[in-house]
C-alpha cells in the first residue's frame, strides 16, 4: 500500500505562488492515477485536479483552472502542484491522493481514490 507524504504548503500573500508536493512510498506512483483535494473549515472537501497514471490527462476543478498546474516524475515517485495567483479562498489543506484504477483516469471524485496523504495548510493572505 502506498503511502503519501505533502509538503510545500505555507503563508502566501494574495497573488503570490505555491509549489506543493506529495512524495509516494511504499508503491510506484507511476501506478496510480493521482489528485489534489482540499478542505476549508466548515467547508467539503473540493476537488483542486488530478492527473492520469501516463500524465497525458490532467483535470482541473473550475477553481484551478489557468491558475494551478498538476505534474508528476514517475523516477523521483512524486507529484506536484504548483499554484500561481493564489487568492485567500485557496486557504484550506491540500491533500494528495491516489487511484489504484487500472484505467488511465484523471478522476474529480473524492471517493474514487484510494489512498491519501495527512494534509499540508495552505494560508493565503489578503
Known amino acids: 500500500q502506498v503511502q503519501l507524504v505533502e509538503s510545500g504548503g505555507g503563508l502566501v500573500q494574495a497573488g503570490g505562488s505555491l509549489r506543493l508536493s506529495c512524495a509516494a512510498s511504499?508503491?510506484?506512483?507511476?501506478?496510480?492515477?493521482m489528485g489534489w483535494f482540499r478542505q476549508a473549515p466548515g467547508k467539503e472537501r473540493e476537488f483542486v485536479a488530478a492527473i492520469s497514471r501516463s500524465g497525458a490527462k490532467p483535470n482541473y476543478g473550475d477553481s484551478a483552472k489557468g491558475r494551478f498546474t498538476i505534474s508528476r516524475d514517475n523516477v523521483k515517485n512524486m507529484v506536484y502542484l504548483q499554484m500561481n495567483s493564489l487568492k485567500p479562498e485557496d486557504t484550506a489543506v491540500y491533500y494528495c491522493?491516489?487511484?489504484?484504477?487500472?484505467?488511465?483516469?484523471?478522476?474529480?471524485?473524492?471517493?474514487?481514490?484510494?489512498?491519501w496523504g495527512q494534509g499540508t495548510q495552505v494560508t493565503v493572505s489578503p
Open positions: 491522493a491516489a487511484d489504484r484504477s487500472a484505467l488511465d483516469y484523471a478522476r474529480g471524485n473524492a471517493g474514487m481514490y484510494d489512498y
Open positions: 511504499g508503491g510506484t506512483v507511476s501506478r496510480y492515477g
